[in-house]
C-alpha cells in the first residue's frame, strides 16, 4: 500500500508539543490505513528525529498494533473456558478450514482477518464470535456459515 507522506506529517503536526507523541501517531496511522506500513515507520522516525528500530519495538510490544493489512471484517473467536467447553476450538478450526487461513492470518481476497482471544467476557452468551464490533453467542458451525455470508455481502469496495 503507498502512503501519503502529507498524511503521517499531518497527523504528527496535529500534536503541538512532539515529546510523547509516538503512540498517539502511531493510533492515528493506524485508523487511517488500517495497520501500520513500514514507509510510516520510516517517516515518523524522520519527523521525530528517533530510531525506526525503536518504533518497531513499540509496534511490536503491544498487541494493538499491527505491521501486515488486516482484514475489511475482524473475526474473533473466543478461546475462555466456557466458550472452550462449549465448542469455541472447534468453532475456531472450523473458520480458519473455511477461509483458508491460520490464526492471525488475512485471507487472499483481504475480507477476513482471524483472530482468538482469551475471553471476549460473554461466558453466558458461549461459545462467542465476535465480527469487528458486534458479538454472537451461541454460535453454532451452522450459524457461523451464515454469519460470514452476512459479512460477504457487506464488501467495502
Do not use: W
Not at 494493538?64 to 466456557?82: D, E, K, M, N, S
Amino acid at each position: 500500500m503507498k502512503i501519503n507522506p502529507s498524511d503521517v506529517k499531518k497527523q504528527i503536526n496535529k500534536y503541538p508539543d512532539k515529546k510523547g507523541i509516538l503512540i498517539p501517531v502511531l493510533q492515528d496511522i493506524q485508523a487511517k490505513y488500517g495497520y501500520i506500513p513500514n514507509e510510516a515507520v520510516s517517516l515518523i522516525a524522520k519527523e521525530l528525529s528517533i530510531y525506526p528500530i525503536d518504533i518497531y519495538g513499540i509496534l511490536t510490544f503491544y498487541a494493538q498494533f499491527h505491521l501486515t493489512p488486516r482484514g475489511q471484517h475482524i473475526i474473533t473467536v473466543c478461546q475462555g473456558t466456557a466458550c472452550h467447553v462449549m465448542g469455541g476450538k472447534a468453532i475456531l478450526d472450523y473458520i480458519a478450514s473455511l477461509l483458508d487461513v491460520a490464526v492471525g492470518e488475512t485471507t487472499k481476497d483481504g475480507l477476513f482477518t482471524l483472530e482468538r482471544v482469551a475471553c471476549l467476557g460473554c461466558c453466558g452468551m458461549a461459545p462467542v464470535v465476535m465480527i469487528d464490533k458486534d458479538f454472537y453467542g451461541g454460535c453454532t458451525i451452522q450459524s457461523v456459515e451464515k454469519l460470514l455470508d452476512k459479512y460477504r455481502q457487506l464488501v467495502v469496495k
